[in-house]
Antibody
């Protein structure tokens, strides 16, 4: 079955770096775009970044642009999120999600669908 | 950036009740809207895509409608297992989520 397993979370001091991983199984990883979404404790969902199936395009939320880098290794079926210059406000559970969307040829646009999601990994930024 | 609002922020209803949540976008997003369910301590799950299409395997008591700036999510008959927070998500440009609506049983 399709499975996404995040790892790499933990406690880190402000200004330091951390790399998250998301191991994919049960589907052809190299055929799907992938997202990172985060959720601060007791708060709502915040989209973080997306990477195209082949790594050719990457987009970021303004809140992480210039500090976070999304990447993937299709030979290892793994998605990554490199997080630099971490701040207290980056404290959150980080989820990876497969982009199970499709291209709408009628409207000439891509339609995103986040499905499924991993179980999440907690990142705590604190001194 | 497109801003999403949801109302109410929380609600309490009885088993069997019809529950309706609204989501409003700050600009026209056509039908580029999804709905997700997040149960306590769990990852979100896709329920509705493209505003009104039921994801495979999702019970038919869930439905969605709307286009442009105003959208509605409905549970036709609330069940105990529907206790969760529900989020709308637009993807007209880069994705963003609404603030969520917490649903519990009265």
């Amino acid at each position: 079955q399709v499975q996404l397993v995040e790892s790499g979370g933990g406690v880190v001091q402000p200004g330091r770096s951390l790399r998250l991983s998301c191991a994919a199984s049960g589907f052809t990883f190299s055929s799907y775009g992938m997202h990172w979404v985060r959720q601060a404790p007791g708060k709502g969902l915040e989209w973080v970044a997306v990477i195209w199936y082949d790594g050719s395009n990457k987009y970021y939320a303004d809140s992480v642009k210039g500090r976070f880098t999304i990447s993937r290794d299709n030979s290892k079926n793994t998605l990554y999120l490199q997080m630099n210059s971490l701040r207290a406000e980056d404290t959150a559970v980080y989820y990876c999600a497969r982009d199970n969307g499709y291209y709408d040829y009628v409207w000439g646009s891509y339609r995103f669908k986040f499905d499924p999601w991993g179980q999440g990994t907690l990142v705590t930024v604190s001194s | 950036d497109i801003q999403m609002t949801q109302s109410p922020s929380s609600l309490s209803a009885s088993v069997g009740d019809r529950v309706t949540i609204t989501c409003q976008a700050s600009q026209d997003i056509s039908n580029y809207l999804n709905w997700y369910q997040q149960k306590p301590g769990k990852a979100p799950k896709l329920l509705i895509y493209d505003a009104s299409n039921l994801e495979t395997g999702v019970p038919s008591r869930f439905s969605g409608s709307g286009s442009g700036t105003d959208f509605t999510f409905t549970i036709s008959s609330l069940q105990p297992e529907d206790i969760a927070t529900y989020y709308c998500q637009q993807y007209d440009n880069l994705p963003s989520f609404g603030p969520g609506t917490k649903v519990d049983i009265k």
